[in-house]
């Protein structure tokens, strides 16, 4: 069974940092892009980065370009999505998804985790 499980959110002030976690299982990353997702309140989900399963290449929306990184741990079968400068704008519930080699928009992924609230307050 494919289980995508983020975590990580949390509270925190502008300007401060969180460290999201998708723990992923029921398939390997040698297929599957990994993707994460945002979508803040009376909003559409939102594209935040993908990382590339065939040569790690990373991928990240325009806004959080220089902030964000995102890196897998494969030994873990863990993706993570760190967060830093955070800014009130950055709030939103987070998701990760797997893509079938490739990154789409979120609903054109093929497996979705739940979501991480994450909160930054000004």
């Known amino acids: 069974e494919v289980q995508l499980q983020a975590s990580g959110g949390g509270l925190v002030q502008a300007g401060g940092s969180l460290r999201l976690s998708c723990a992923v299982s029921?398939?390997?990353?040698?297929?599957?892009?990994i993707g994460w997702f945002r979508q803040a309140p009376g909003k559409e989900h939102e594209g935040v980065s993908c990382?590339?399963?065939?040569?790690?290449?990373?991928y990240y929306t325009t806004s959080v370009k220089g902030r964000f990184t995102t890196f897998s741990e494969n030994a873990k079968n863990t993706v993570y999505l760190q967060m830093n400068s955070l800014k009130p704008e950055d709030t939103a519930v987070y998701y990760c998804a797997a893509g079938f080699r490739g990154c789409k928009d979120y609903y054109g992924m093929n497996y979705w985790g739940e979501g991480t609230q994450v909160t930054v307050s000004s």
């Open positions: 029921g398939f390997t990353f040698d297929d599957y892009d």
């Open positions: 990382i590339r399963s065939t040569d790690g290449s990373r």
